[in-house]
């Protein structure tokens, strides 16, 4: 089994949501949060404010932790070849402070952009978007909500 420590980014403003376009070994792109593994001896805080500089192009602020999500992908369902993938994500409520969306460059996001929430649903896209969302809206106490099923539209 492989792991990994991720930080993920939930910027929402005026009703939407900032979405990065990720483009897997597979090929077919999908949208995700701004966010990614957490580099060795590096804090969750800072790794995330790192994201979304290198996957948008701006500059954020923390505003506040929103919970952890863990999951256990199947090796037949993953993006890439290999075993089963533990992921373990770490998702912040952030602002944007400055910068001008861009694509990452030499990366595997692209098109940065601002979503409306309600129109997330017609969109392909990673299960980490409705938990950001949902952990966003809602602030469980627990920081924790119940698992996205993952199918259709939604990826893991």
Known sequence: M???????AVCVEDGRVLL????PPSG???WTLPG?????????LDAVIREVAEETGCDAAVERLLGVDSR?????????????HHNVGIF????????????????????????????VAGLRRSSL??????????????GHVAPVSVGGLIQH
Do not use: K
Not at 36 to 44: C, I, K, L, Y
Not at 72 to 84: M, T, Y
Not at 129 to 142: E, Q, Y
């Open 2 to 8: 492989s792991f990994r420590l991720a930080a993920y």
């Open 20 to 23: 990065a376009r990720y483009i």
């Open 28 to 30: 077919e792109p999908l």
């Open 36 to 44: 990614g593994r957490v580099e060795h001896a590096e804090d969750p």
């Open 72 to 84: 256990v992908i199947p090796a037949a369902e993953r993006n890439v070849p290999g075993p089963e």
């Open 92 to 119: 912040y409520r952030i602002r944007i402070l400055g910068g001008q969306l861009r694509p990452e460059p030499n990366g595997r996001t692209d098109e940065p952009t601002w979503t409306p929430i309600p129109d």
């Open 129 to 142: 978007v409705d938990i950001g969302i949902t952990l966003s809206l809602t602030l469980p106490a627990t």
